[in-house]
């Protein structure tokens, strides 16, 4: 598709990123670069995720496409919390602990929008501007009046709490929907808003704002969902063995960021792709037949990681991510960069020795049994004479030779390797 016919509803359909459609005419109001969008993220934690990452960028997607976009960060309703997709009520945050997580968000969020185009603009909000201004009495009349109990029944998101016995739902979060509804109404009163987005487990908030404005304003605005990414195996997209995958590279660091892509399965690509990249369909289609035609190569994984990465964490974290990534192929670890050799070997057992042995010179055998790799010196000298033993990523055919200061690594640290993948990293204090 050429870019003079390009059509943003095509496209996000192509991408399998419209679930629902509240009517008919939001196509054309995107198409036409006429919608101004906007979407809320949660501030519960200090950081996105990778699972907020899918409407970050459908805001991109519509600003790119000549649409205004909103990107709005939930420094009121994240006192309340909302229920949709939870089984337990979550905890109360701390005024000053949301406070800064918002201040967080607001960073992130803002490197993914052009706040410099003058047709297409963008606009980064916090709803605690607002909805901190309301008294529970204007509340209940301006918007708790319209919206009838019997509509807040039906929302999955109630009906499925509602049957837990022992958590059940709270007033608080019950009225979730109603602030969500005020925040669409204020939007459109203030910047034009005429449409809001996110995820399919918000469709029952974006349909109450939509019938708050229809009642209160005579004025139609639209609402648009996309599904929820599951993985291969059902659950929920965005986890890693260490749990979450944040943007905050305090968090999630660009080396982790990267490996987490890059370890796609092959049967997830084509959504991955889809959902993630702004490759054009060629382009994705090759990528899609690469991960069934020639597996082993990870093509499309590489890809993947690499624009995700540079994405979130800039061509310097891109490189980083690669640095490190290679750093543990490397036979020359002394001139990889320290910071990422440490982020390679982040999760790598260690161990402690004393720094006075290398001092007075330590011979290989004890040395390695001193670290634990080994549990005996015959065991140790056979390792050798197989060639299964390396320091540093370079392998040890002495059995007499010495390990000194000369041999830790910039990090302080020596890195010691069993066969092809039995690490040790072994500090000397």
């Given at each position: 598709m050429s870019a003079s016919n390009f059509r943003v509803s095509e496209d996000l359909r192509w991408r399998g990123l419209i679930y629902q459609v509240s009517h008919d005419q939001v196509i054309d109001l995107i198409d036409n670069g006429?919608?101004?969008?906007?979407i809320g993220f949660d501030p519960s934690g200090d950081s996105l995720h990778v699972g907020n990452l899918i409407q970050l960028l459908n805001l991109r997607r519509l600003q790119l496409a000549g649409n205004s976009v909103i990107a709005l960060a939930g420094g009121a309703t994240g006192m309340v919390g909302d229920p949709s997709g939870r089984s337990q009520e979550?905890?109360?945050?701390?005024?000053?602990?949301?406070?800064s997580n918002v201040a967080k968000i607001r960073v992130q969020l803002g490197k993914?929008?052009?706040?410099?185009?003058?047709?297409?603009?963008a606009h980064l909000l916090n709803n605690a501007d607002w909805l901190s201004n309301y008294s529970i009495l204007n509340f209940l009349r301006d918007v708790g009046k319209h919206i009838t109990v019997n509509q807040m029944m039906m929302k999955d998101s109630v009906r499925v709490r509602l049957d837990e016995r022992d958590s059940g739902l709270s007033f608080t979060e019950f009225s979730y929907m109603l602030l969500q509804a005020a925040d669409f109404a204020h939007l459109s009163d203030t910047?034009?808003?005429?449409?809001?987005?996110?995820a399919s487990d918000q469709w029952g908030n974006v349909v109450t704002g939509?019938?708050?404005?229809?009642?209160?304003?005579?004025?139609?605005?639209?609402?648009?969902?996309?599904?929820?990414?599951?993985?291969?195996?059902?659950?929920?997209?965005?986890?890693?063995?260490?749990?979450?995958?944040?943007?905050?590279p305090e968090r999630t660091s660009e080396y982790e960021?990267?490996?987490?892509?890059?370890?796609?399965?092959?049967?997830?690509m084509s959504q991955l792709l889809k959902f993630f990249t702004f490759f054009s369909r060629d382009e994705t289609q090759d990528l899609i037949d690469s991960s069934i035609q020639r597996p082993e190569e990870r093509e499309a994984q590489r890809a993947l990681a690499s624009?995700?990465?540079?994405?979130?964490?800039?061509?310097?974290?891109?490189?980083?991510?690669?640095?490190?990534s290679e750093a543990l192929f490397s036979d020359d670890l002394y001139s990889v960069d320290d910071r990422a050799l440490s982020m390679a070997l982040a999760g790598a057992p260690r161990s402690v020795i004393a720094r006075d042995l290398l001092i007075q010179t330590a011979n290989i055998v004890e040395f390695i049994l001193g670290a634990g790799l080994v549990t005996s010196k015959s065991e140790a000298r056979k390792l050798i004479q197989q060639g299964g033993l390396y320091l540093n990523n370079r392998r040890i055919e002495d059995d007499q030779r010495v390990v000194t200061l000369d041999d830790l690594l910039g990090i302080g640290a020596v890195l010691l390797r069993k066969g092809k993948r039995d690490?040790?990293?072994?500090?000397?204090?």
């Open positions: 006429e919608a101004v969008a906007y979550r905890n109360l945050l701390d005024q000053d602990v949301l406070e993914f929008l052009d706040f410099e185009s003058k047709s297409a603009k910047y034009g808003c005429n449409l809001q987005m996110g939509i019938e708050l404005i229809r009642k209160t304003r005579q004025r139609s605005v639209y609402g648009v969902t996309s599904p929820l990414l599951l993985k291969a195996d059902g659950t929920k997209f965005g986890k890693s063995v260490n749990g979450g995958v944040y943007l905050d960021f990267y490996q987490f892509f890059l370890r796609s399965p092959d049967q997830e624009s995700m990465t540079e994405l979130v964490h800039g061509s310097d974290g891109l490189a980083m991510a690669v640095n490190a690490y040790l990293l072994v500090d000397a204090k």
